[in-house]
């Protein structure tokens, strides 16, 4: 492959989304002495969440709407009763504090380091944009990347081919000579394939996938396989 640009999705395939999110809301429901069970809370929240960033990604939800009703959905479905101020207190919390924590994924350094010594790397990220570069620095990954490419600066979300096009633009990348590398089946891979961009898949959770269109992953530095 004759790749010199890699773009990167953030959450999911650099950033550990999952762990750090768990322990957003541990700090966040014990600031305000919150009696919830944590992991029955997660184990509800985990699934409403994805549900309502896919219709978030298909423009059917705005940003607060997703904010709001993943957290009130959970709470509901666990039968724990809470004021919609409460919500909405949390709600900001969690945006405030998400990245004061900084997991990446095993091998997410080694894998940047190797990658940048031969291509020039960028971020593109459905994530909020008021949130995804603090993510960055704070988990010290920032500098390796020449552009961050936000949906929110877009105005549409990937798989959304102005996405991809865009970030191509603005990093003066030819989609011949680009690679999209991320978690997500619709958004990163179909969405970066849909515009004539080679494609990595970050399967971590191993899961069964049957496609010839792309190859996968289960772990970060898998990928000097292909480049």
Not at 12 to 31: C, P, Q, R
Not at 101 to 113: Q, T, V, Y
């Amino acid at each position: 492959m004759d790749i010199q640009h890699i773009f990167f999705d953030l959450d999911h395939t650099l950033w550990d989304f999952e762990k750090n999110s768990d322990l957003t809301f541990k700090k966040v429901f014990k600031m305000n002495n919150l009696l919830v069970d944590l992991n029955l809370f997660l184990e509800v929240y985990k699934p409403l969440n994805f549900e309502y960033w896919k219709l978030y990604r298909d423009e059917k939800v705005t940003k607060s709407e997703l904010r709001y009703g993943r957290l009130k959905k959970t709470f509901d479905a666990i039968n724990f009763t809470i004021s919609d101020d409460l919500i909405h207190l949390i709600a900001d919390q969690y945006i405030e504090y998400l990245a004061d924590f900084n997991h990446l994924f095993d091998g997410a350094i080694e894998i940047l380091d190797y990658l940048n010594q031969k291509y020039t790397l960028h971020i593109i990220t459905n994530g909020f944009e008021e949130i995804q570069t603090k993510k960055m620095i704070n988990s010290k990954i920032y500098h390796y990347f020449d552009t961050i490419i936000t949906s929110e600066s877009v105005g549409v979300k990937k798989p959304n081919p102005k996405v991809f096009n865009y970030a191509l633009e603005q990093a003066n990348a030819k989609k011949e000579h680009s690679i999209m590398i991320g978690d997500n089946v619709e958004a990163d891979i179909r969405g970066a394939l849909k515009v004539g961009m080679k494609v990595i898949h970050c399967n971590f959770e191993k899961s069964i996938i049957r496609s010839k269109e792309f190859v996968s992953i289960t772990f970060l530095t898998g990928i000097k396989q292909y480049l």
